[in-house]
């Protein structure tokens, strides 16, 4: 079963940064759009960032300018830098991956229903 892992996450105070790493092992990154959504309290999977099969990256108003995605196919990693943390970041923080070119749809709100594999996800708390 494909699996993806994300790794990272944790705590942190407002103003603080952290780096969250996936694991995709059996992803080929020119076959896949990867990216990084996340889920406040009691509210919709929301899409942060995306990058497509040519490695274009698009990032979905949610949290522009705070985050930077990348991948690194050494590693076989998808990493999202998040910096300038707020406490309305707290959320679970999910990465996905989709067989379609769909990177430019990661801010619509059906943008998860988009991608088929789906990590477990990693809790981010930043505090005041």
């Known amino acids: 079963q494909v699996q993806l892992a994300e790794l990272g996450g944790g705590s942190v105070q407002t103003g603080g940064s952290l780096r969250a790493p996936c694991e995709a092992p059996e992803f080929t990154y020119s076959s896949f759009t990867m990216a990084w959504f996340r889920q406040l309290p009691g509210k919709e999977r929301e899409g942060i960032a995306a990058?497509?099969?040519?490695?274009?990256?698009v990032y979905a108003d949610t949290m522009k300018g705070r985050v930077t995605i990348s991948n690194d196919n050494a590693k076989k990693t998808l990493d999202l830098q998040m910096n300038s943390l707020k406490p309305e970041d707290t959320a679970m923080y999910y990465c996905a991956a989709s067989s379609h070119p769909i990177a430019a749809r990661i801010g619509a709100s059906s943008a998860r229903n988009l991608y088929g594999f789906w990590g477990k996800g990693t809790q981010v708390t930043v505090s005041s």
């Open positions: 990058i497509d099969h040519d490695g274009t990256t």
